[in-house]
């Protein structure tokens, strides 16, 4: 029997729902290989609709770089969905899933620390804010400041905001991984304990850091892949300094400055990211966390 609903009205329903579907595998409510299955038991429901590419991607440590080759692998298009595929490529993904479900697959013993560093105003926190969108299961190292929050920012989750005096007993009990004086004025601080717990228990996790705390940080952990994030260009990077608008002419002055002697650094770092695109850079830092 025909549905008596508009069109339009239905197709954002379905939309709705494999949004849903896509959110329950990012979170670990629902294992892929559970949504897998109900696509192909159930040719009408949320999960048949899927597109194979998106349903890559709502898992973790998956994404837009590591999603053609996985396609190319299992010989699978990636303008299939999961309800439409054949025989053999059922059989295909439900081998690969298994083996990263059962850790045979793209799971490190010891989780992987990402550091994201780069000129000032080159968009780190658009990038990292886009992760957290996009990826709720990552984890992040929050960093102690001595300088005031900006507009929005919340103490304990965009920084730790402390004192002079906090920030000295916190390095003299050797409680920070890296720190530095950042731009001539307000120092800025990894804590050490959480990374270090967070690696123990297999769990990756990204930490978003001026350039120097990154050499610190690849000095004393020699593991860590140091991720450049680069503007489109210079101009680009002098706009965006510009249109931030919470810096005076003087500090934006400074700022550049610093930032022509930053951008000779990137070839210290493992990887270069061009933040073009805030998804598609967002994801290429994302794809670093898992092997597989």
Same mark, same amino acid.
């Given at each position: 029997m025909r549905?008596?609903?508009?069109?339009?009205v239905i197709a954002v329903e379905r939309r709705r729902a494999r949004a849903t579907l896509k959110r329950a595998i990012k979170t670990a409510e629902r294992t892929p290989l559970s949504v897998a299955h109900e696509g192909w038991e159930s040719p009408k429901s949320p999960a048949a609709g899927l597109r194979i590419a998106e349903f890559l991607g709502s898992i973790s440590g998956i994404g837009s770089v590591k999603i053609p080759r996985i396609l190319d692998s299992l010989g699978i298009s990636p303008r299939k969905r999961l309800g439409a595929l054949g025989a053999r490529q059922v059989e295909a993904l439900t081998a690969w899933l298994l083996a990263r479900q059962d850790g045979r697959v793209g799971t490190p013993q010891r989780g992987r620390l990402v550091v994201v560093a780069? #000129?000032?105003?080159?968009?780190?926190?658009?990038v990292v804010a886009r992760i957290r969108e996009l990826h709720p299961e990552v984890k992040f190292s929050v960093s102690a400041t001595t300088r005031a929050p900006r507009p929005?920012?919340?103490d304990g989750e965009h920084y730790h905001f402390v004192t002079d005096d906090e920030f000295d007993r916190l390095v003299e009990t050797s409680q920070m991984l890296e720190w530095a004086v950042v731009h001539g004025r307000h120092r800025y601080g990894t804590p050490r304990g959480p990374i270090v717990a967070a690696l123990d228990n297999g769990s990756s996790i990204i930490l978003e850091i001026d350039i120097q705390g990154a050499r610190q940080v690849k000095k004393a952990m020699p593991d860590a892949i140091?991720?450049?994030?680069?503007? #489109?260009?210079?101009n680009e990077l002098v706009r965006r300094l510009q249109a931030r608008g919470t810096e005076s002419p003087d500090e934006q002055y400074r700022r550049l400055a610093t930032a022509k002697v930053e951008f000779d650094a990137q070839t210290e770092f493992d990887v270069t990211v061009v933040n073009d695109n805030v998804s598609e850079a967002a994801e290429a830092v994302v794809d670093l966390m898992a092997v597989g």
């Amino acid at each position: 029997m025909r549905d008596p609903r508009d069109a339009s009205v239905i197709a954002v329903e379905r939309r709705r729902a494999r949004a849903t579907l896509k959110r329950a595998i990012k979170t670990a409510e629902r294992t892929p290989l559970s949504v897998a299955h109900e696509g192909w038991e159930s040719p009408k429901s949320p999960a048949a609709g899927l597109r194979i590419a998106e349903f890559l991607g709502s898992i973790s440590g998956i994404g837009s770089v590591k999603i053609p080759r996985i396609l190319d692998s299992l010989g699978i298009s990636p303008r299939k969905r999961l309800g439409a595929l054949g025989a053999r490529q059922v059989e295909a993904l439900t081998a690969w899933l298994l083996a990263r479900q059962d850790g045979r697959v793209g799971t490190p013993q010891r989780g992987r620390l990402v550091v994201v560093a780069g #000129p000032t105003a080159v968009g780190k926190g658009t990038v990292v804010a886009r992760i957290r969108e996009l990826h709720p299961e990552v984890k992040f190292s929050v960093s102690a400041t001595t300088r005031a929050p900006r507009p929005g920012e919340i103490d304990g989750e965009h920084y730790h905001f402390v004192t002079d005096d906090e920030f000295d007993r916190l390095v003299e009990t050797s409680q920070m991984l890296e720190w530095a004086v950042v731009h001539g004025r307000h120092r800025y601080g990894t804590p050490r304990g959480p990374i270090v717990a967070a690696l123990d228990n297999g769990s990756s996790i990204i930490l978003e850091i001026d350039i120097q705390g990154a050499r610190q940080v690849k000095k004393a952990m020699p593991d860590a892949i140091l991720v450049f994030l680069l503007p #489109p260009s210079w101009n680009e990077l002098v706009r965006r300094l510009q249109a931030r608008g919470t810096e005076s002419p003087d500090e934006q002055y400074r700022r550049l400055a610093t930032a022509k002697v930053e951008f000779d650094a990137q070839t210290e770092f493992d990887v270069t990211v061009v933040n073009d695109n805030v998804s598609e850079a967002a994801e290429a830092v994302v794809d670093l966390m898992a092997v597989g």
